[in-house]
């Protein structure tokens, strides 16, 4: 999901950053939008998926019983993580888009 999440945070920087230097200042924020709900869709699918079959990724990795049990509940914590991620990292690449040095610091 991180690949996913970065990739369309620099897609955001640029676009905003190309749309400003248009002149077209009015399209930032539903651009922002766009972008935004396409990263939640993604995230929220692959973390409805891992949620529902933990066991599916964990068997990955060929431990015993026990560890999957442990692991259950850090795959909940970490898929919530990836949702906020998605949503954050998109939105700090669009303030850095913005070329505004003040609001980026």
Do not use: Y
């Not at 990263?39 to 964990?58: E, G, H, R, Y």
């Not at 015993?64 to 914590?77: G, K, L």
């Amino acid at each position: 999901m991180g690949c996913i999440s970065w990739s369309l945070a620099a897609t955001t920087a640029a676009m905003v950053s190309n749309v400003i230097g248009q002149g077209k200042h009015e399209k930032v924020q539903p651009l922002i939008l766009k972008i935004i709900s396409i990263s939640l869709t993604a995230s929220i699918i692959i973390c409805v998926f891992l949620n529902l079959f933990p066991q599916t990724l964990l068997s990955v990795f060929g431990q015993d019983e026990s560890f999957n049990q442990h692991a259950i509940p850090v795959i909940r914590v970490v898929t919530f993580a990836m949702v906020l991620m998605s949503f954050g990292t998109v939105w700090l690449n669009a303030v850095t888009g913005t070329g505004n040095s003040r609001i980026t610091f």
